[in-house]
């Protein structure tokens, strides 16, 4: 029997506690040896519920040899620094999207990681969603045809942290922006990863809560290289649930994949089938879809690890979707669109 990956988790804050603290009690393949986290009752409470050890300084676990791995749950602008000293005392990284805030240090992490021998990757949940991956079945399959339109919307409540100025989600130095490197990592991604590179763009965003200094709504349109339109749409100050919408429009149907929807993937075969047809492999679970792909990410990067393999997610996608944030932003400065 293989012995599990162990793993150091470093922030322990709400999407730890929803999420990632579910694949460490699952203990499938891996364990967390230790957990670190600047409230030490946090850190103690946390680490008696899975039998690890507490920390309140991340740097004890550079040097730990009981550590084969880290799971990096930070606020985004100190991302490249952590995860850049847990590389050079030969950790194996995954760390929360986005990468980095900044294209080059993504780009930099992925190569020292490489040279390094060792796995790191963005723990982006999109590639664990069943409905997207039945999806991209459909897609690959011919189902729907050509692609002609791909549309994404990503909703949700930050109208609480983005009011509290005393957080980092609603300060630039903090978050390094809002919308679009937030929520649009989750469907840039999703674009290189089911549909290839992005072609040229175009960016706007607004902001309705004053006190925040980062977006809090936004688009990112433009072309894709295959010659398909695309839209991203994010915007934090829905007042219903978190939800993640992908329409793919194709020449011989549509593909409707909403997490709100009962069942979440629909697909339609042409323009008079109104009724369409669930996608086969997707469940409606409307309170846990989110919360259980990103345990299945830190599963699956424990996999790699163990069995000596390349990581699920790609890290050069994880990179190449931080360079897409880096253009958007270019284009919302400028109100010109952009050219890859």
Known sequence: MTAPVRFGVVGLGEIYQLAHHLAYQRADGLQATVVC???????????????????????ELLEDDEIDAVDLVLPHNVHYRVAREFLEAGKHVLIEKPM??????????????????????????????????????????????????????????EFERLGNPKLWKGRQDG????????????SFYLLKWMFG?????????????????????????????SGAL??????????????????????????????????????FHGKRDHAGTSLPGTAYEPTTWKYTSIAAGIESFARSIAKDEPTAVAPDDGAYAVR?????????????????
Do not use: K
Request: net charge negative; aromatic share 6%; charged share 20%.
């Open 197 to 225: 590179e992005v072609a040229s763009l175009r960016a706007l965003s607004d902001r309705l809560v004053d006190v925040s200094q980062v977006e809090d709504w936004s688009i990112v349109c433009g072309r894709m290289r």
């Open 324 to 340: 897409i944030i880096e253009l958007a932003y270019e284009s919302v400065a400028t109100g010109r669109p952009v050219t890859l």
């Open 175 to 186: 978050s390094g922006g809002g919308t679009i490197i937030d929520a649009g990592a989750h």
């Open 230 to 267: 695309f839209s991203v749409e994010s915007s934090f100050t829905s007042g219903g649930p978190w939800n993640e919408r992908l329409e793919v429009h194709g020449t011989e149907g549509l593909i409707v994949v909403d997490q709100h929807q009962n069942p979440p993937a629909m697909i």
């Open 37 to 59: 986290d600047l409230d030490q009752s946090v850190a103690e409470r946390t680490a008696q519920s899975l039998g690890a050890r507490a920390s309140t300084d991340y740097r």
């Open 100 to 157: 980095t805030v900044d294209a080059a240090h993504a780009r930099e992490l992925v190569a020292l990681a490489a040279d390094r021998g060792l796995r790191f990757t963005v723990n982006e949940n999109t590639r664990f969603i069943p409905a997207y991956q039945a999806a991209l079945d459909a897609i690959n399959a011919g189902e729907i045809g050509d692609v002609t339109l791909v549309r994404t919307l990503i909703s949700g409540n």
